[in-house]
């Protein structure tokens, strides 16, 4: 039987601004990663690591976001039944969104790693491996 080490205690500040970082993708807001990307997380990796990674990911999203609507309107142009496939995924990538995020804050805030789905790595590359 194999068993896994618990993750590493964080305090209670790097929890905080780290969980912080990943809920306030839920407000759209890509100002709040940011800021903490920048600011604590020069001193904290832990913080810079979720900033950045919820960073990621909600660039990933926007850029989804933005294919859908481009999809949907070229094909409304040619065929009325495709762009409305589009129009119904949308409300399915704000859920998925959501859900993404909302776990994310909850793993963070217990010291793991976020584990999001693949996302175009725009800022977590230059970062140092940090231990989830």
């Keep these: 039987m194999t068993t896994t080490a618990a993750p590493p205690l964080r305090g209670p500040s790097s929890r905080w601004l780290a969980s912080y970082a990943q809920l306030s993708t ?71 969104v959501y859900v993404l995020s909302i776990r994310a804050t909850i793993r963070t805030w217990r010291g793991q790693d976020p584990g999001y789905p693949p996302t175009v790595r725009l800022l977590r590359r230059r970062l140092p491996d940090v231990e989830p």
């Design 26 to 96: 839920l407000a759209g807001l890509i100002i709040g990663p940011l800021i903490l990307w920048r600011w604590p997380g020069r001193n904290d990796p832990w913080v810079r690591r979720n900033a950045a990674q919820a960073l990621d990911f909600q660039i990933t999203m926007l850029l989804v976001a933005y294919a859908d609507i481009a999809v949907a309107a070229a094909t409304h142009v040619f065929s009325d039944g495709l762009s409305l496939v589009f129009f119904f995924l949308y409300p399915l990538w704000i859920v998925a």
